[in-house]
Nanobody, 124 residues
Framework: QVQLVESGGGLVQAGGSLRLSCAAS????????LGWFRQAPGKEREFVAA????????YYTDSVKGRFTISKDNAKRTLYLQMNSLRPEDTAVYYC?????????????????WGQGTQVTVSS
């Protein structure tokens, strides 16, 4: 089992920045891939970014490339999402998730473990 707890959400003006954190606990080996998803009201859960826990390769959805950066601290077992140049359309609940098999990294059903989510609101 893997437990994931997100933090760092909040209210920010357009153009501002936030840094989300996701603390992982549970079994020794967390996962092949950890990722961030988001879900806005009335919309489906959307892939944002993912990172390979060992190799460090990263993946981003097009709308956040150049603005968001996913990173990790293996020693602290923590995942991060640095979000810059935030836009109102980035407003959503952001979820951290673990993908044990490391496959289909952009597909939410490939992720077995999820955090409770943290709200990000960007005002115009």
């Amino acid at each position: 089992q893997v437990q994931l707890v997100e933090s760092g959400g909040g209210l920010v003006q357009a153009g501002g920045s936030l840094r989300l954190s996701c603390a992982a606990s549970g079994r020794t080996y967390i996962s092949d891939v950890l990722g961030w998803f988001r879900q806005a009201p009335g919309k489906e859960r959307e892939f944002v970014a993912a990172i390979e826990w060992i190799g460090g390769n990263t993946y981003y959805t097009d709308s956040v490339k150049g603005r968001f950066t996913i990173s990790k601290d293996n020693a602290k077992r923590t995942l991060y999402l640095q979000m810059n140049s935030l836009r109102p359309e980035d407003t959503a609940v952001y979820y951290c998730a673990a993908n044990p098999g490391g496959n289909r990294v952009t597909f939410h059903r490939a992720y077995n473990y999820w955090g409770q989510g943290t709200q990000v609101t960007v005002s115009s």
